[in-house]
Nanobody, 124 residues
Framework: QVQLVESGGGSVQTGGSLRLSCAASGRTFSSYTMAWFRQAPGKEREFVARISWSSSSIGYADSLKGRFTISRDNAKNTVYLQMNSLKPEDTAVYYC?????????????????WGQGTQVTVSS
């Protein structure tokens, strides 16, 4: 079993930045595709970004390109999400997810492991 723990959430004003971290357990972490999703109250869980085990394939939700950056450090068993130019619409609980397959999925049902989530709040 893989356990994921997110951190780095908080409250910022519009235009601010946050860096989220996801710490993963297990010595096989480097073989997993990782992703970030977010979910606002009353809305479906939404894809944010994904990254392959080697970081050779990276994808983002179209609306977030240029503002968010996903990266990973397999030696540290950690995935990051750098969020810049934050907007109130970015307010949500952000979740880290992992899957053992080699595909680059962007839907929640395709991921096997999930963190507990970390709250991000952006005020005007």
């Amino acid at each position: 079993q893989v356990q994921l723990v997110e951190s780095g959430g908080g409250s910022v004003q519009t235009g601010g930045s946050l860096r989220l971290s996801c710490a993963a357990s297990g010595r096989t972490f480097s073989s997993y595709t990782m992703a970030w999703f977010r979910q606002a109250p009353g809305k479906e869980r939404e894809f944010v970004a994904r990254i392959s085990w080697s970081s050779s394939s990276i994808g983002y939700a179209d609306s977030l390109k240029g503002r968010f950056t996903i990266s990973r450090d397999n030696a540290k068993n950690t995935v990051y999400l750098q969020m810049n130019s934050l907007k109130p619409e970015d307010t949500a609980v952000y979740y880290c997810a992992a899957r053992s397959g080699i595909g680059y999925a962007a839907t929640p049902t395709q991921y096997d492991y999930w963190g507990q989530g970390t709250q991000v709040t952006v005020s005007s």
